[in-house]
């Protein structure tokens, strides 16, 4: 069990809350003879099959992702640098881990056994300009429906990289519904002849890590069949049978199947 206190702001820290689940399934049968139909001989010679099937689920899905945070949206990767060194360049500088190196800056120099090797300049505090930004880029992150903001105060990883600031608690949805009908007739003593058709829908919707970034799944599965038995001899029977099935799906982003179906 998941003793949960949901009163309880401390997320953090807080005993675990059980995700929702909530899965429904449902249905009828419904058959018999055709009465409108009229008798053959003083029986019912035609008779119908019809059953629905739906399906609900809702399956609540918990994911910790990283984003960036305002102060890198500026360029600025200054609490990013580790209080640990780096070996020495061949220039015999040393840097904090984390650093940020211009790669607009890179240049040859020759080290003391003469081989050329080349190196770069750090960006200074670690803050790189925004005029240094690519400007889709910089339009990206200036815009919450591309790249999102923090949401959690996540936490600073070894590295140096910050992570899991940013929490998502969308449920994963599957819906599903089936029908199927059938009539069945005799034409004679020798003669049965049967219709079938079945559809059935399906809509799915996966969360994934970010809102407008889901994946929405649109399928329909349609198929029918008729048939016509005949008893030729009391030893053989022939039966003809003819079939259909189509498959239609769509599959894509939440924010491209908006209002589609």
């Known amino acids: 069990s998941f003793p949960c206190d949901k009163t309880n702001t401390d997320v953090s820290n807080r005993a675990a809350c059980a995700p929702p689940w909530n899965q429904n399934q449902f249905g009828f049968t419904l058959g018999g003879p055709v009465f409108f139909v009229p008798k053959a001989g003083g029986q019912r010679k035609t008779f119908f099959f019809t059953s629905y099937e739906g399906y609900r689920l809702r399956r609540g899905q918990a994911s910790r992702s990283n984003v960036p945070t305002a102060a890198q ?13 780096t070996v020495a360049d061949v220039l015999g500088r040393t840097f904090r881990q984390g650093q940020i190196f211009d790669p607009l800056s890179s240049r040859a120099v020759t080290d003391a056994s003469g081989r050329t090797r080349y ?24 815009d919450a429906a591309f790249v999102p903001s923090p949401n959690a105060p996540g936490e600073m990883s070894s590295n140096g990289n910050n992570a899991y600031n940013f929490l998502d608690g969308r449920s994963r949805k599957d819906d599903w519904n089936q029908v199927n009908l059938r009539t069945d007739h005799q034409l004679s003593n020798n003669d049965m002849i049967f219709a079938r058709w079945t559809i059935t829908n399906t809509s799915t919707f996966s969360p994934n ?9 649109n399928q329909r599965n349609m198929n029918g069949t008729l048939s016509w038995s005949k008893v030729i001899t009391p030893t053989t029977l022939n039966e003809m049978r003819f079939g259909y099935m189509g498959w239609f799906e769509l599959n894509a982003a939440e924010d491209h199947l908006a209002g589609l179906d």
């Open 119 to 142: 190196i770069r300049e750090p960006f200074v505090n670690n803050i790189i300009p925004l005029s240094r930004f690519d400007g889709v880029a910089a339009k990206m992150m200036q």
């Open 209 to 217: 890590a970010f809102p407008g970034f889901a994946t929405i799944g």
């Open 73 to 85: 949206r500026r360029g600025d990767f200054s609490q990013n640098l580790l209080t640990r060194t």
